[in-house]
């Protein structure tokens, strides 16, 4: 297999932020994103958000941005630490961070619901449980429509929260890693005032920001990549030509038993972590095959992303372990519930349906009690397959059509196959208040595909 080399293993210490070269043009060495870091329990983030010009693929384009970068800093933590969280809005309409995937208690509001007005500065604490699952996750804006517009233009980072590497045997506890963040470049072709500002022609598929950078690589090294597909709506369908990916995490939840894969495909919002082998002297492609999600999603064509090069000198191939974390298996489990959610269009509008109704902030479309499991099923009429996530929750799936699916983790989003349906059981754990639901390709989200989940004592 082929691999990744950047972050080492020590590479959590005090709060800094590591800054690097923000824009790498075309076949440059692949580079991480800079990092904001945690040190003493506690990660402080300062981010700015305006609308700036910033260099990509050797061009120049106007970009919603984090800190000045269109792939912003990634914010690494621990289990059990606060973020100490400061935004500043220089853009129009209204913003907000939400941190995706996992739960956080917020001191000050729900980060889904909050609302940063043009010009104020807004600071906000979130404490993060010790039992917070080692992984990869992601922030982006989320406070209103248009989400795609914001997401494609620059308006989303990762998060990684430590702690895989003691699930694995000593001998890989010190492999390097990488940071892989998936984004379609798009670009606006005026600075504007709004968050939709577009026209800008199209670049491609980026990694890291990005476009076809090369990656090196030791033949037998042993290395972890942190996927991530932060896109507005895109489908990835990631493959390295005669390699396998080992998935040790999916959507930051480990892996009970660690599981091959040929190719992975990941919907908007999902998150694999695996390890990669190098192989022998040469080069091949990271590339995203084509990928038909339905006459009524589009099809998204084959593109290479990266090119890996495995070179130097050879070390010896590690062996990999079956079993890996431990799986809080729900399906023994007493349901307290038995739900049906629809995502459906609305065939009189240019819009769609969470449950029959368009989004609405202010409504609570289900309630579910603290400390209960329940079972869902999730139903797709449409001829487009969708990308269902539920906000801080993980789930287990359970089927895949009526066809029992043998999972090996939780996940927090999923692909309804088109006319079809799955069924996923929650467990509702941390603290009561209100969630959302939605699908993950922004474009249906903005158009109402969205509901509010309320979690009560």
Same mark, same amino acid.
């Given at each position: 297999?082929?691999?990744?080399?950047?972050?080492?293993?020590?590479?959590v $210490?005090?709060?800094? +932020?590591?800054?690097k /070269?923000?824009q790498?043009?075309?076949g /440059?060495?692949l580079?991480?994103?800079?990092?904001?870091v945690?040190?003493?329990?506690?990660?402080?983030?300062?981010?700015?958000?305006?609308?700036?010009?910033v260099?990509?693929?050797?061009?120049?384009?106007?970009a919603?941005?984090?800190?000045?970068?269109?792939?912003?800093?990634?914010?690494?933590?621990?289990?059990?630490?606060r973020?100490?969280f400061t935004?500043?809005?220089?853009?129009?309409p209204?913003?907000?961070?939400?941190?995706?995937g &996992?739960?956080?208690t917020?001191?000050?509001?729900?980060?889904?619901?909050?609302?940063?007005?043009?010009g104020?500065?807004?600071h906000?604490? &979130?404490?993060?449980p010790?039992?917070l699952?080692?992984?990869?996750?992601?922030y982006?804006?989320?406070?209103?429509?248009?989400?795609a517009?914001?997401a494609?233009?620059?308006?989303?980072g990762?998060?990684?929260?430590?702690?895989?590497?003691?699930h +694995?045997p000593?001998?890989?506890?010190?492999?390097t890693?990488?940071?892989?963040? +998936?984004?379609?470049?798009q670009?606006?072709?005026?600075p #504007?005032r709004?968050?939709?500002v577009?026209?800008?022609?199209? @670049? #491609?598929?980026a990694?890291?920001?990005?476009?076809?950078?090369?990656?090196?690589?030791?033949?037998?090294?042993?290395?972890?990549?942190?996927? /991530?597909?932060i896109s507005? #709506?895109?489908?990835?369908?990631?493959?390295l030509?005669g390699?396998?990916f080992?998935?040790?995490?999916?959507?930051?939840?480990?892996?009970?038993?660690?599981?091959?894969?040929?190719?992975?495909?990941?919907?908007?919002?999902?998150?694999?972590? %695996?390890l990669v082998? $190098?192989?022998?002297? #040469?080069?091949?492609?990271?590339?995203?095959?084509p990928y038909n999600?339905?006459?009524?999603?589009?099809?998204f064509?084959?593109?290479?992303?990266?090119?890996?090069v495995?070179?130097?000198?050879?070390?010896?191939?590690?062996?990999?372990p079956?079993?890996?974390?431990?799986?809080?298996?729900l399906?023994?489990?007493?349901?307290a519930?038995?739900?049906?959610?629809?995502?459906?269009p609305?065939?009189?509008?240019?819009? &769609?349906?969470?449950?029959?109704?368009y989004f609405?902030?202010?409504?609570?479309? @289900?309630?579910?009690?603290l400390?209960?499991?329940?079972?869902?099923?999730?139903r797709?009429?449409?001829?487009a397959?969708?990308?269902f996530?539920v906000?801080?929750?993980?789930?287990?799936?359970?089927?895949?059509?009526?066809?029992?699916h043998? /999972?090996?983790?939780?996940?927090?989003? %999923?692909? +309804?196959?088109?006319?079809?349906?799955v069924?996923?059981?929650?467990?509702?754990?941390?603290?009561?208040?209100?969630?959302? &639901?939605?699908?993950a390709?922004?474009?249906?989200?903005?158009?109402g595909m969205?509901?509010?989940?309320?979690?009560?004592?």
């Amino acid at each position: 297999m082929i691999a990744l080399a950047g972050i080492g293993a020590c590479d959590v $210490g005090e709060t800094a +932020l590591v800054r690097k /070269a923000a824009q790498v043009p075309q076949g /440059a060495p692949l580079r991480d994103p800079p990092q904001y870091v945690s040190g003493n329990g506690v990660l402080r983030v300062r981010i700015v958000v305006e609308r700036r010009q910033v260099r990509v693929a050797g061009r120049t384009l106007w970009a919603l941005t984090y800190n000045g970068y269109y792939m912003p800093p990634t914010l690494r933590l621990q289990p059990g630490d606060r973020m100490d969280f400061t935004m500043v809005n220089k853009v129009h309409p209204l913003t907000n961070l939400h941190v995706l995937g &996992f739960e956080a208690t917020p001191v000050r509001g729900s980060d889904a619901f909050l609302h940063i007005q043009p010009g104020q500065t807004f600071h906000h604490v &979130f404490r993060f449980p010790r039992t917070l699952m080692p992984g990869t996750y992601w922030y982006h804006s989320y406070a209103q429509p248009p989400m795609a517009t914001e997401a494609t233009d620059g308006m989303s980072g990762i998060i990684v929260v430590d702690g895989l590497r003691r699930h +694995l045997p000593p001998n890989l506890r010190n492999i390097t890693e990488r940071v892989i963040a +998936l984004k379609d470049v798009q670009g606006a072709a005026a600075p #504007g005032r709004g968050h939709d500002v577009r026209g800008g022609a199209g @670049i #491609g598929g980026a990694v890291n920001g990005q476009i076809n950078p090369v990656i090196r690589i030791r033949p037998g090294e042993t290395q972890l990549w942190r996927l /991530a597909n932060i896109s507005a #709506g895109d489908y990835y369908r990631l493959h390295l030509r005669g390699q396998r990916f080992q998935v040790i995490a999916q959507d930051g939840n480990p892996v009970e038993r660690i599981w091959s894969a040929d190719s992975l495909v990941i919907p908007a919002g999902a998150r694999y972590d %695996v390890l990669v082998e $190098g192989g022998r002297p #040469g080069h091949t492609e990271l590339e995203t095959l084509p990928y038909n999600a339905g006459a009524a999603a589009g099809r998204f064509p084959h593109r290479t992303l990266a090119t890996a090069v495995s070179a130097g000198t050879p070390v010896s191939c590690a062996a990999l372990p079956v079993t890996f974390a431990t799986m809080r298996d729900l399906s023994q489990e007493p349901v307290a519930a038995h739900r049906t959610v629809v995502f459906s269009p609305d065939r009189t509008a240019n819009r &769609f349906f969470a449950m029959g109704r368009y989004f609405n902030p202010e409504r609570v479309d @289900i309630r579910s009690r603290l400390g209960t499991v329940e079972e869902w099923t999730v139903r797709n009429p449409t001829d487009a397959q969708q990308a269902f996530h539920v906000h801080t929750k993980g789930f287990q799936l359970m089927s895949v059509n009526g066809r029992p699916h043998n /999972a090996h983790s939780w996940q927090d989003t %999923v692909t +309804l196959p088109e006319r079809g349906h799955v069924v996923i059981r929650l467990r509702f754990t941390g603290h009561p208040g209100k969630v959302v &639901f939605h699908c993950a390709m922004r474009s249906h989200q903005d158009m109402g595909m969205m509901a509010v989940l309320q979690i009560v004592k």
